[in-house]
């Protein structure tokens, strides 16, 4: 078995996805990589190179371990979370639902606008195809 240590930047966040604190903040976290080799696990000969290995970020500072707002122990993750185009919804609108969260009646794009005028003419075709029938019977 061999592990290396280093210092790195890594986020941490809340675990509850409701919390002020589920926003990411950068701080300083130990990366400690531990690898196996076929040999350590058991193997016989000499069969080069790692098995299997697995990565873990610890805290260097304990006092920020725990959530500043709700004080439940926060996460660490060595990635950003991603910042996707904007739509125009709030992206926690879904998880609020309160005032001021997700409205599917808002129309925030073309799309919308295209669908609103296609179903408009087929409420035109309809009411024209069943006045026609109407006239047949």
């Not at 979370?81 to 599917?104: C, H, I, K, T, W």
């Not at 035109?124 to 026609?132: M, R, Y």
């Amino acid at each position: 078995m061999n592990q290396t240590r280093e210092v790195v930047r890594a986020w941490a966040h809340c675990r509850h996805g409701l919390c002020p604190g589920y926003l990411q903040e950068e701080v300083d976290a130990e990366r400690v990589e531990t690898a196996f080799t076929f040999k350590d696990n058991g193997g016989r000969g000499s069969v080069p190179g790692v098995e299997r290995s697995f990565v873990e970020l610890l805290w260097t500072d304990q006092e920020q371990a725990a959530c500043p707002s709700c004080g439940t122990p926060r996460e660490l993750t060595d990635q950003e979370r991603p910042q996707y185009e904007a739509s125009g919804y709030d992206p926690m609108g879904l998880v609020n639902s309160g005032a001021g969260g997700f409205n599917a009646q808002v129309q925030n794009s073309e799309a919308d606008e295209r669908m609103a005028a296609m179903e408009a003419q087929i409420a035109k075709l309809t009411a024209a195809l069943e006045k026609n029938e109407k006239k047949a019977d």
